[in-house]
């Protein structure tokens, strides 16, 4: 999953790595990072900012086969270091970036991107209807800044031989005497927080959007946490680890069992509480001082696709679902079953998949208060 502004990967025997364990090296890599050149605007090359995955072999090779093109990737790890590099670059360098759908609306704050008509990609029809009107890509008179491209969630990651499906759908569960000490929480405000109100105020529409008593009740949930928490992890390898040890009998961090499965350890599990969890987006954008601007909109429809959102969920640098819901139909049955992509169990007409959406939330900004007033309130939580 994603994290930390956050992928998937870990040593072995734990999964390869994650989004997170990607972020904390992001800044060393900054520097390394190739910097397209002022003078190389060729139509025939469409110059992408995403985070990684898109760059991988085979990923864009359709694309640039059915238009002829060359498709150059800049990637970068979190949110703030793509604001950084967007910012060292001179407008016009990128045609499109792949980005976090909360950090949209700091793009569009400095003119960066360019809104378009969300008809212009026939594939939406295809999308569950929480992706198609997502209020962090809303552009106003009908038009949007964003496509969604993939996602995946915050919630209960969990051993299942040491507790229950009936416990994980219950974010008060993390209370039960037998988890204290037993706790891996990733070491990021916006997610942890965003679950810890969705904890407090159940269901919310915007759990980002709270009053200052709201928020308050918020911080009293944490806290009352903290003796319960084992672990912060930087990135979600050590804890991983410590839940594969048998240290952690749960972590905050959605979708770990994913990897963890695909690792060989199936004793592991992970779900959205019934008061609700985060989901991560990434959307695909057109850059307004781009000088490709069609073919940036090509790129957006293409990345939309079913097929393609099916091998960007395998990449090798994290593992992620596809808004698409045909994506289904080019994944193996196992593949389905490990995303979530097969009939409810809970006897509904809809995938598991779809019950998860239903009952998340996308990740978003506060919206009352400054960022620093959370990240306050979380660096307390995280010093007890």
């Known amino acids: 999953m994603r994290g930390a502004n956050s992928p998937n990967k870990t040593d072995r025997p734990g999964p390869e790595l994650d989004r997170r364990t990607l972020l904390k090296a992001g800044a060393a890599a900054a520097g390394a990072l190739t910097v397209f050149s002022r003078s190389a605007r ?5 110059r992408v900012l995403a985070w990684p995955g898109y760059e991988e072999k085979g990923m864009a090779q359709e694309f640039e086969e059915t238009h002829g093109v060359r498709v150059d990737f800049q990637t970068y790890i979190g949110g703030e ?11 016009g360098t990128y045609d499109s970036v792949l980005l976090d759908a909360e950090y949209v609306r700091k793009l569009a704050a400095i003119d960066a ?28 008179g009908g038009q949007v800044w964003g496509t969604p491209t993939r996602f995946g969630f915050y919630a209960i990651s969990y051993n299942s031989d040491r507790m229950s499906l009936q416990e994980s ?18 070491d990021w405000y916006l997610p942890n927080m965003g679950n810890a109100s969705l904890a407090v105020h159940p269901n919310k529409e915007n759990p980002y959007d709270l ?4 928020l308050g009740a918020v911080r009293k949930w ?14 979600s390898r050590p804890v991983v680890r410590a839940m594969i040890d048998g240290d952690l009998t749960a972590a905050m961090i959605g979708d770990l069992d994913i990897d963890l499965k695909l690792a060989g350890h199936t004793n592991f599990e992970a779900t959205i509480p019934k008061q609700g969890g985060i989901r991560w987006q990434e959307v695909a954008t057109v850059c ?13 429809r293409y990345v939309s696709q079913a097929h393609v959102q099916a091998r960007i969920g395998f990449a090798r640098a994290f593992k992620s679902r596809g808004p698409n819901l045909k994506v289904a139909a080019h994944w193996s049955e196992a593949q389905n079953r490990l995303m979530g992509y097969y009939p409810d169990p809970e006897g509904s007409s809809r995938m598991r998949v ?7 939330v996308g990740r978003d900004l506060p919206v009352r208060q400054a960022e620093k007033a959370w990240i306050d309130i979380f660096n307390e939580f995280r010093k007890g």
Request: aromatic share 8%; glycine share 4%; proline share 7%.
């Open 288 to 300: 307004r001082q781009s000088r490709n601007k069609e073919l940036a909109l090509e790129w957006v």
């Open 42 to 46: 060729a139509a025939d090359r469409l």
């Open 222 to 235: 944490l806290l009352k946490l903290r003796p319960h928490v084992g672990m912060f992890g930087a990135t």
């Open 113 to 140: 991107i360019e809104p378009y008509d969300p008809k212009d990609v026939p594939e939406l029809a295809n999308y569950h209807p929480a992706f198609t009107n997502m209020r962090q890509v809303r552009a106003g």
């Open 169 to 186: 759908e219950d974010w008060n569960s993390l209370f039960l005497p037998k988890l204290a000490g037993r706790i891996g929480v990733l």
């Open 211 to 214: 009053s200052e008593a709201q």
């Open 81 to 91: 270091q793509m604001l950084r590099l967007f910012h060292r670059a001179p407008r």
């Open 354 to 360: 779809e019950t998860l959406i239903e009952r998340s």
